[in-house]
């Protein structure tokens, strides 16, 4: 069995879930983010997180690409 490599994450394309919430405050609050992320093994957000400690760290881009899929697929986005 061949291991896929992993993609790298930039540092700074990690973000808490309040710094990614302030960066699009007219599209995403913390409430929205926080339940996102409570079903991130069942809805696909998985891969964009990364657990630090007891910090959850969010890649920016992984979201993006993860909400642009979501919309691709029809899904209404909040």
């Given at each position: 069995?061949?291991?896929?490599?992993?993609?790298t994450?930039?540092?700074?394309?990690l973000?808490?879930?309040?710094?990614?919430?302030?960066?699009?405050?007219r599209?995403?609050?913390?409430?929205?983010?926080?339940?996102?992320?409570?079903?991130r093994?069942?809805?696909?957000?998985?891969?964009?997180?990364?657990?630090?400690?007891?910090?959850?760290?969010?890649?920016?881009?992984?979201?993006?690409?993860?909400?642009?899929?979501?919309?691709?697929?029809?899904?209404?986005?909040?």
């Amino acid at each position: 069995m061949q291991e896929t490599p992993s993609a790298t994450l930039p540092l700074d394309d990690l973000h808490t879930i309040e710094e990614l919430a302030s960066k699009y405050p007219r599209i995403l609050t913390a409430y929205t983010l926080r339940w996102q992320l409570r079903e991130r093994e069942k809805n696909g957000l998985a891969p964009a997180c990364v657990r630090v400690g007891k910090k959850l760290l969010i890649s920016k881009t992984r979201y993006e690409q993860w909400l642009a899929a979501r919309a691709g697929r029809g899904a209404s986005v909040a």
